[in-house]
């Protein structure tokens, strides 16, 4: 069965800091995957999108790793803002003769204090 | 450029009713995918359509549905309402250009909250 597995479920770090959030999935077959930022009462906004043949890539102070033969991806962001407060969504998708399928993490909740 | 809009941002109904929401892509976009979010089971995703035609589908019942419009927008529509049904529906648009399609970036909205009573 196609899981994403989220890491932490909610997280509290003091601004400035550093943090990594963790993803794990057992998709198959693999066709790419995303984290998206989730500000409370908005709609998700995506961060980075991540095929097999990539194992970073960064935008701003996010950057995302991925481990294809581990099957586990990781966010870490770097000198944390009270503005990174929010829900941190990884999504893996599948690309088959079924069809295309996407499977959803339940999200890390960051709560970056001042 | 504007961003995807949905209409009406809260909504509350009751059980049994029926609902549609309605979603406007960004200009030019021609995919748009609506997804449900509630706290126990996070994002799920329930169909997209690309210039009028569904081309994906979720794992949900028949009692939701949509539709898509020659200006791109979309409706969805859930019949026979239940208390499950509770959840922000999330619209999100992309080109749906072919070849770049499963790469591209979605654009969310800000999403419809359905309160069933």
């Known amino acids: 069965k196609n899981q994403v597995e989220q890491s932490p479920q909610s997280l509290i770090i003091l601004e400035g800091k550093n943090c990594t959030l963790q993803?794990?999935?057992?998709?198959?077959?693999?066709?790419?995957l995303r984290w998206y930022k989730q500000d409370t009462g908005r709609g998700p906004v995506s961060l980075t999108i991540?095929?097999?043949?990539?194992n970073t890539k960064s935008n701003g102070r996010y950057t995302a790793t991925l481990d294809a033969d581990t099957k586990q991806s990781s966010l870490h962001i770097t000198a944390s803002q009270l503005s990174d407060s929010a829900s941190y969504i990884c999504?893996?998708?599948?690309?088959?003769?079924?069809?295309?399928?996407?499977?959803f993490g339940k999200g890390t909740s960051l709560l970056v204090t001042p | 450029k504007a961003g995807v809009t949905q209409t009406p941002r809260y909504l509350i109904k009751t059980r049994g009713q029926q609902v549609t929401l309605s979603c406007s892509p960004i200009?030019?976009?021609?995919?748009v995918s609506w997804y449900q979010q509630t706290p126990g089971q996070g994002l799920q995703f329930l169909f997209e359509?690309?210039?009028?035609?569904?081309?994906n589908k979720g794992n949900f019942p028949g009692r939701f549905s949509g539709r898509q419009f020659s200006n791109s927008r979309s409706e969805m529509n859930v019949s026979t309402l239940e208390l499950g049904d509770s959840a922000l529906y999330l619209c999100?648009?992309?080109?749906?250009?072919?070849?770049?399609?499963?790469?591209?970036?979605?654009?969310f909205g800000p999403g419809t909250r359905l309160l069933v009573l």
């Open positions: 359509y690309f210039s009028e035609t569904q081309r």
């Open positions: 999504v893996v998708s599948s690309n088959s003769n079924s069809g295309y399928a996407l499977n």
């Open positions: 991540m095929t097999f043949s990539e």
């Open positions: 999100a648009s992309s080109s749906g250009l072919a070849g770049r399609r499963y790469q591209e970036t979605q654009y």
């Open positions: 993803c794990n999935y057992t998709v198959s077959p693999f066709s790419n």
């Open positions: 200009s030019g976009h021609r995919s």
